[in-house]
């Protein structure tokens, strides 16, 4: 099993592009957002469920598996966890 350091899934983000989970909000704007920035709010709501895919590839994969892109999963996961 995993253990999971960060909020748990699932985040959203509100108009405002605060990232809110089932407890609160998990990060908060002070500035008014381009759509850029609500864009990588949207990506950083979506980073649970994303890294909990990435876990679930890793954990499924077989010799079928494209070595190179399995190598990209591992490294996504080590980069999250703050391994890289």
Do not use: C
């Amino acid at each position: 099993m995993i253990e999971i350091k960060h909020t748990p899934g699932p985040w959203k983000t509100d108009q405002f592009g605060d990232i809110e989970t089932e407890g609160g909000i998990a990060i908060a704007t002070t500035e008014l957002l381009t759509v850029r920035d609500m864009a990588n709010a949207r990506l950083i709501a979506a980073a649970p469920e994303l890294l909990e895919a990435l876990y679930d590839v890793d954990a499924t994969a077989t010799d079928a598996y494209d070595p190179v892109m399995l190598a990209k999963v591992q490294a996504a996961i080590a980069k999250a966890e703050g391994r890289s």
